[in-house]
């Protein structure tokens, strides 16, 4: 089983809980892929997506089934973007959006939010959506991954002291990402949201 961990703005994958979190997969035998991002800003433009959504090719390539996609802050937002962007033969297992802000005012960082993707298709591009997010984050406040949480009707996992999961260890994502890869999926996607078309009469 593959999970690829997905930095956030101006980091890396040697920082923050990263280096911890892939260590401690790889100890219980999973393939653990850390792409580098340019999640920078070079100039006033901003990011340039179309050179992520690449770089994200490139090291990441085609996703699998038994994929688990986990990304952190701004991070959640680019896996959120290659979803959408790239050609999909296989539903990975599980997207994890850990911190994931639901806006920002700064206008060069809005080009990866939500209001340009289209939720009721991402909702078929995972079998399962989380987010975690933390009661105390004090720079993306919890009521973002509230509402990122209803647009996508993901599962919410709740923590009481984690920031911004900016630390070296936050053993949540280690339970999280175990408790998904060993929870056995007897559904499609999809198949757990609510079918509009119960009550209307077919035709025979």
Do not use: C
Not at 58 to 74: A, C, N, P, T
Not at 115 to 136: F, I, T
Not at 166 to 188: D, G, Y
């Amino acid at each position: 089983m593959r999970v690829i961990l997905v930095h956030g703005f101006n980091a890396n994958p040697s920082k923050n809980f990263h280096p911890w979190l892939a260590s401690s997969l790889r100890d219980r035998n999973f393939e653990v892929v850390t792409p580098e991002l340019p999640l920078s800003i070079q100039d006033e433009e901003g990011f340039n997506l179309p050179n992520i959504i690449e770089t994200m090719k490139e090291q990441v390539g085609f996703l699998k089934s038994d994929d688990i996609l986990l990304g952190h802050s701004l991070g959640a937002f680019v896996i959120l973007q290659y979803l959408e962007a790239v050609e999909m033969t296989e539903t990975p297992r599980a997207v994890i959006l850990v911190g994931p802000p639901w806006k920002v005012s700064r206008s060069e960082l809005r080009r990866l939010f939500v209001e340009d993707l289209d939720a009721e298709v991402l909702m078929w591009k995972a079998r399962e959506y989380v987010v975690v997010h933390s009661k105390d984050d004090t720079i993306v406040p919890f009521e973002h991954g509230e509402k990122l949480a209803l647009q996508l009707k993901a599962r919410i996992i709740v923590t009481q002291n984690d920031g911004h999961f900016m630390e070296e260890k936050h053993p949540v994502l280690l339970e999280t990402i175990e408790e998904i890869s060993k929870r056995p999926f007897e559904f499609a996607p999809g198949m757990a949201l609510p079918d509009d078309y119960t009550d209307i009469q077919t035709l025979l």
